[in-house]
């Protein structure tokens, strides 16, 4: 009886010396072996795909004629940043009160003009395309600006701070992303990040591995709107062993410490 106890101690401790997470397993942008290396210092080209507008996206747009810009200045437009600014302080999404959202049929509702499809279409279509409509009811010339409301994203599973985030930028890497979900948990699969990625065609799984430099230069570096990433845990988490060497030794301890105790027990 005391052997087999002595046994089953003896297991759960190997168990837990070889699960602690390596260093090779949280280290991100590593130059992993078999992809070419790319130096520290070296120039990197990256792939950045050209967003087109769908379903739920939120559009702000920002209309002056002439005589505003005369009359105003860019004050008009200085108002609008301070009001991004405080909605932005308070966490909440200024744009989904103020900006305009594209339905199912790929339409934003603006005031006088009526619908604007923009669907499938950049930034800079969208532009034009309203720019082109207002021209209809506006004969003085016209400066259209447009852009998205925020970047959304969701981040779930092994991240310290998970949800859902709206951040006010026209561009934004993984690596921010996960930064504003507080960085992942040191038992996430970094090697096997999922990103779910909408298209207007419908959605695409991805697996991207945080640990290989080469990430920089593929299409999932930068985050587009609606992506959601999902971090898995490593199988330490099931297991239940430390994450680290000291947090090993101390399981390691309790673990000896409760069986001596058992053995003096049937001992006595």
Do not use: W
Not at 35 to 62: A, F, G, K
Not at 134 to 160: D, N, P, W
Request: charged share 20%.
């Amino acid at each position: 009886m005391i052997q087999r106890i002595f046994k089953y101690a003896f297991l759960l401790a190997f168990l837990g010396f070889f699960s602690c997470v390596s260093n090779e397993k949280i280290i991100y942008l590593q130059n992993l072996e078999g992809n070419q290396p790319i130096s520290e210092d070296e120039m990197i080209s990256y792939e950045i795909p050209e967003y087109r507008l769908q379903y739920n996206d939120i559009l702000d747009v920002r209309i002056q004629t002439v005589e505003d810009l005369i009359k105003n200045g860019f004050n008009f437009q200085n108002q609008q940043n301070n009001q991004m600014q405080v909605g932005a302080q308070g966490g909440g999404d200024v744009f989904y009160m103020t900006g305009y959202t594209v339905d199912k049929e790929g339409n934003i509702r603006l005031p006088i003009v009526g619908d604007v499809n923009v669907k499938d279409k950049t930034i800079e279509e969208a532009r034009v395309e309203i720019e082109k409509k207002l021209s209809q009811f506006v004969t003085s010339e016209l400066y259209v600006m447009v852009k998205l409301g925020g970047i959304r994203y969701s981040a779930l599973g092994e991240f310290r701070r998970p949800g859902k985030f709206v951040v006010l930028q026209d561009r934004m890497t993984i690596f921010e992303a996960i930064a504003n979900a507080g960085d992942l948990n040191t038992v996430a699969k970094r090697d096997e990040i999922m990103l779910i990625r909408q298209y207007p065609e419908g959605t695409k799984l991805h697996r991207v591995n945080l640990n290989d430099r080469q990430l920089i230069q593929s299409p999932y570096y930068f985050i587009q709107p609606n992506d959601q990433l999902y971090a898995e845990p490593m199988k330490v988490r099931e297991i239940g062993t430390g994450e680290n060497a000291v947090q090993t030794f101390v399981l390691f301890t309790s673990v000896l410490t409760t069986t001596l105790l058992v053995v003096n027990l049937f001992a006595n």
